[in-house]
Nanobody, 124 residues
């Protein structure tokens, strides 16, 4: 059974940083893409960042480009999201997702395995 578990969320002041982690078990982690999505209260889930199976290709939503960095460690079966210069509009539940294939994607339907999410709150 595949398990996807996020951690690292919390409360941070505007301009601060957080690093989210996502540990995956029950599947050959190194053979598929991973993604991060988020959902703010009253809004639909939106794409944040994605990384291909090897880590050689990444893609970001325009709203986080230059501030967030996605990376992966295929030995530790973990994907990370380093979030810098956080803004109040970054507040939401952040979800990690395991892809159905090797290539990164912005499309939620291309992901078959989802975590329960971790709350990120940016507020003074």
């Amino acid at each position: 059974q595949v398990q996807v578990v996020e951690s690292g969320g919390g409360l941070v002041q505007p301009g601060g940083s957080l690093r989210l982690s996502c540990a995956v078990s029950g599947r050959t982690f190194s053979t598929y893409a991973m993604g991060w999505f988020r959902q703010a209260p009253g809004k639909e889930r939106e794409f944040v960042a994605t990384i291909n199976w090897s880590g050689s290709s990444t893609d970001y939503a325009d709203s986080v480009k230059g501030r967030f960095t996605i990376s992966r460690d295929n030995v530790k079966n973990t994907v990370y999201l380093q979030m810098n210069s956080l803004k109040p509009e970054d507040t939401g539940v952040y979800y990690c997702a395991g892809g159905r294939g090797t290539n990164s994607s912005r499309t939620p339907s291309r992901y078959g395995y989802w975590g329960q999410g971790t709350q990120v709150t940016v507020s003074s």
